[in-house]
T-cell receptor, first 114, second 119 residues
Framework: AQSVTQLGSHVSVSEGALVLLRCNYS??????LFWYVQYPNQGLQLLLK????ATLVKGINGFEAEFKKSETSFHLTKPSAHMSDAAEYFC????????????WGAGTKLIIKP | GAVVSQHPSWVICKSGTSVKIECRSL??????MFWYRQFPKQSLMLMAT?????????EQGVEKDKFLINHASLTLSTLTVTSAHPEDSSFYIC???????????????FGPGTRLTVL
């Protein structure tokens, strides 16, 4: 069964600093990978996704992620954090059959210090 | 494109009453809709998956008689929490997956969520 691990339930960075949110997955086949962001009391918004092709994926709000098959990782980065980036971030991997259910990580709360 | 709405956005009800939450795909046909429950500071927990015109598939531990799901059309699914109790208070989120040009078959589009509080 597939699983997703997000290291660190909370990550705190200073405004302007590099953001790095870690995601590792277990999958026996090439995965489809997603990062979603959730602001308080709101639904989820897709930040970016990896399906096939280029392993460095650019998303919205200046975020990007790199698919590294050898490390089974899909870490999310942003060069310079803004206060508005404070939110909960979820990594997910899609099943490759049936209803293509998403397998979710536990989430990482990003805290931005002024 | 690919907008999913939920109604209501929040609801407060008395214990023992039933509450219906609607999930609509506004600009695409949703072949599959998913219902999630999210407790504070936790990840999403999949409750059930529904395909249009067929019975929903519930995850283990989810009471199908308590959480009634109907997916009568390609743009509407409803979740009814029957005889709600305080422990049913939670944030309920729906998502939809479609099969149209330009849409990844495994990408889900999420509604804004419904906050249910049972007194």
């Amino acid at each position: 069964a597939q699983s997703v691990t997000q290291l660190g339930s909370h990550v705190s960075v200073s405004e302007g600093a590099l953001v790095l949110l870690r995601c590792n997955y277990s999958s026996s086949v090439p995965p489809y990978l997603f990062w979603y962001v959730q602001y308080p009391n709101q639904g989820l918004q897709l930040l970016l996704k990896y399906t096939t092709g280029a392993t460095l994926v650019k998303g919205i709000n200046g975020f990007e992620a790199e698919f590294k098959k050898s490390e089974t990782s899909f870490h999310l980065t942003k060069p310079s954090a803004h206060m508005s980036d404070a939110a909960e971030y979820f990594c997910a991997v899609s099943e490759e059959y049936g209803n293509y259910q998403l397998i979710w990580g536990a989430g990482t709360k990003l805290i931005i210090k002024p | 494109g690919a907008v999913v709405s939920q109604h209501p956005s929040w609801v407060i009800c008395k214990s023992g009453t039933s509450v219906k939450i609607e999930c609509r795909s506004l600009d695409f046909q949703a072949t599959t809709m998913f219902w999630y429950r999210q407790f504070p500071k936790q990840s999403l927990m999949l409750m059930a998956t529904s395909n249009e015109g067929s019975k929903a598939t519930y995850e283990q531990g989810v009471e199908k008689d308590k959480f009634l799901i109907n997916h009568a059309s390609l743009t509407l699914s409803t979740l009814t929490v029957t005889s709600a109790h305080p422990e049913d208070s939670s944030f309920y989120i729906c998502s939809a997956r479609g099969w149209t040009s330009g849409m990844e078959k495994n990408e889900q589009f999420f509604g804004p969520g419904t906050r249910l509080t049972v007194l």
